[in-house]
T-cell receptor
Framework: DSGVTQTPKHLITATGQRVTLRCSPR?????VYWYQQSLDQGLQFLIQ???????AKGNILERFSAQQFPDLHSELNLSSLELGDSALYFC??????????????FGPGTRLTVL | AQTVTQSQPEMSVQEAETVTLSCTYD???????LFWYKQPPSRQMILVIR??????QNATENRFSVNFQKAAKSFSLKISDSQLGDTAMYFC???????????????FGKGTKLSVKP
């Protein structure tokens, strides 16, 4: 158990719908990262938040958005879903102290299926 | 932009033998970090080993070791005394430090599926 929790574990929805994935980082971790794992694209970075603020953006679609709340949990919102959005979505967290290399701990992932 | 390449989509090894997984990367950065992650059938991402680019000594973690060749931009993973539990997808990953108070994101290769056979 990495200490990072993600809900729900599985999500099945229809095209055009909107879903919200939730992530709770390890206690004390300030950074949250979202990654998408699909057969086509492999594992790719979507977005990072650090202490409530957006820190970096990767290959995140405009239909996707995220935020990190004051209690440091994060939500990834996916809207106007398409079949190609079906993937495993990982959240990772890190204490991210400057000057040190800190491991990113991954949650168990949310499996999204768009029908 | 940084890229990570794993040229071996699949590999197999007999139990108790040694196997080496290859990884090359491309970057113009001088300081960075490299990782090997393991993803078993449970899909959980597990850190196997990490290497800081400014350290010349190759990292080792029990049966896992790396051969880090900075000039060649190569970062291979050696698994000694392979066990059935080593069966998994293995991802090589690159991270550029973020000196602004947080740390950078991971850039992953496509992965190598390793099967350990009894």
């Amino acid at each position: 158990d990495s200490g990072v929790t993600q809900t729900p574990k599985h999500l099945i929805t229809a095209t055009g719908q909107r879903v919200t994935l939730r992530c709770s980082p390890r206690s004390g971790d300030l950074s949250v990262y979202w990654y998408q794992q699909s057969l086509d694209q492999g594992l790719q970075f979507l977005i990072q938040y650090y202490n409530g603020e957006e820190r970096a953006k990767g290959n995140i679609l405009e239909r996707f958005s995220a935020q990190q709340f004051p209690d440091l949990h994060s939500e990834l919102n996916l809207s106007s879903l398409e079949l190609g959005d079906s993937a495993l979505y990982f959240c990772a967290s890190s204490v991210a102290s400057q000057g040190n290399l800190n491991e990113q701990f991954f949650g168990p992932g949310t499996r999204l299926t768009v029908l | 932009a940084q890229t990570v390449t794993q040229s071996q989509p699949e590999m197999s090894v007999q139990e108790a033998e040694t196997v080496t997984l290859s990884c090359t990367y491309d970057t113009s950065e001088s300081n960075y970090y490299l990782f090997w992650y393991k993803q078993p059938p449970s899909r959980q991402m597990i850190l196997v080993i990490r290497q800081e680019a400014y350290k010349q000594q190759n990292a080792t973690e029990n049966r896992f070791s790396v051969n880090f060749q900075k000039a060649a931009k190569s970062f291979s993973l050696k698994i000694s005394d392979s066990q059935l539990g080593d069966t998994a997808m293995y991802f090589c990953a690159f991270m550029k430090p973020d000196y602004g108070g947080s740390q950078g994101n991971l850039i992953f290769g496509k992965g190598t599926k390793l099967s350990v056979k009894p």
